[in-house]
C-alpha cells in the first residue's frame, strides 16, 4: 500500500503544486521517488514528529496542502497535542499518514505497534479518519479526499499485497462496502483486517453458515445510516479490528447500535490487553491476540450456537 500511495501522491503532486511531502527521518525504499521528482517540496523533519506535524501547520496556513508520513503510532502519539492544537482547531488542511496501523510492525515490538490511533484520534472533532483496506481501496480514497478542507488521517498497511476479493477499489466517504452477501452473521471489519474477515467468511461457508462481510473504510465521518440499515438484519454482529478494545471500530459500531436500538448481540473482538513484549508474524500475533479468521469465525459459531438454546 505504501507503494501505491508515493505513486498517486505523484500522481496528484504532478497537478497541484501545493502538495508537499514531509517524513520523520523514515520510509526509505518507499518515498524516493516523490523526493526525486520534487526535491523543493519534500522535507525530512528528522526525529522529531512534533516539528514535523508544527511544520506541516504552517505550511496548511499558508495555503499549501502538507502531507506527514511516519509509522502509525508515531506519526499520531508523539505529536498529538501538535495535532490538536494545529490542523484540528484551526481546520488546516494537514495530512498525517500512518503507516503499518494495528501489528504491521509485528518484529519489531510494541513500541512500534498501531494499536490506539485511532481511538486517539476518534475523539477530536473535524479529524478525518481513513483506514483503506487494500491498495486500490486506498488510491480511491487519496484520490478522492486530497484536497478537502480540514485534516485527515490516513492509517495505511505497510503491505504491499494487500488485497480485499470483492472490494474492488470501491471507497466513498461515509460510508461503509460489503464484499460479502449471507444471512446468519454480520463481520464488520476496519482497514487490514478485512482480509482476515474475508477468510473466515470463507470458513464459514465451508460450514453451511452464511456471513456478510462489511468493509469501514470511513472512520470519521461514521458511516451511521449504513451500519444502521445493515444491522438491522442481523441478530448477530461481530467487529474485528487490529486495534486495542476501547473507542475503536467495536467502540462505534456499540454506539450506533446503542444510540438507534438496534436488536443485535454485538461481539467486539480487538487486541484486549497489553501486548507484553509479544513480537513474532503477524499471523502469530493475529491468533495470539484473537483476531485472527480463526477466531472470527469460531466466534460466529459459537454465538449461533448459544443464539438457538
Sequence with gaps: ????????????????????????????????????RFPDRFINAGVAEQNMVGMATGLAESGLIPFVYSI???????????????????????????IGGGIEYSHHGPSHFGLDDIGALRVQPGLTLITPADSAQMVSALSQTWDMPGPIYYRLSKNENLSVPGLDGRFALGKLDLVSDGSDALIISMGNSAEESVKAQRQLSAQNIGATV???????????????????????VVTVEAHYLNNGLGSMVAEVIAENGLNARLTRLAVKK????????????????????????????????????
Design 72 to 98: 502509525a503510532t508515531f506519526a499520531t502519539l508523539r505529536p498529538y497535542e501538535f495535532i490538536r492544537n494545529g490542523p484540528v482547531l484551526h481546520n488546516l488542511p494537514v495530512r498525517i499518514v500512518g
Design 214 to 236: 462489511a468493509v469501514v473504510s470511513s472512520i470519521n465521518p461514521c458511516p451511521e445510516e449504513n451500519l444502521i440499515e445493515t444491522i438491522s438484519r442481523f441478530k448477530q
Design 274 to 309: 497489553h501486548t507484553a513484549g509479544a513480537v513474532g508474524s503477524q499471523e502469530f500475533l493475529y491468533d495470539r491476540f484473537g483476531i485472527s479468521a480463526k477466531h472470527i469465525s469460531e466466534t460466529i459459531v459459537r454465538s449461533l450456537h448459544l443464539a438457538k438454546q
Design 1 to 36: 500500500m505504501r507503494k501505491a500511495f508515493i505513486q498517486t501522491l505523484i500522481d496528484l503532486a504532478e497537478k497541484d503544486a501545493r502538495i508537499f511531502l514531509l517524513t520523520g527521518d523514515l520510509g526509505y525504499y518507499v518515498i524516493e521517488p516523490f523526493a526525486e
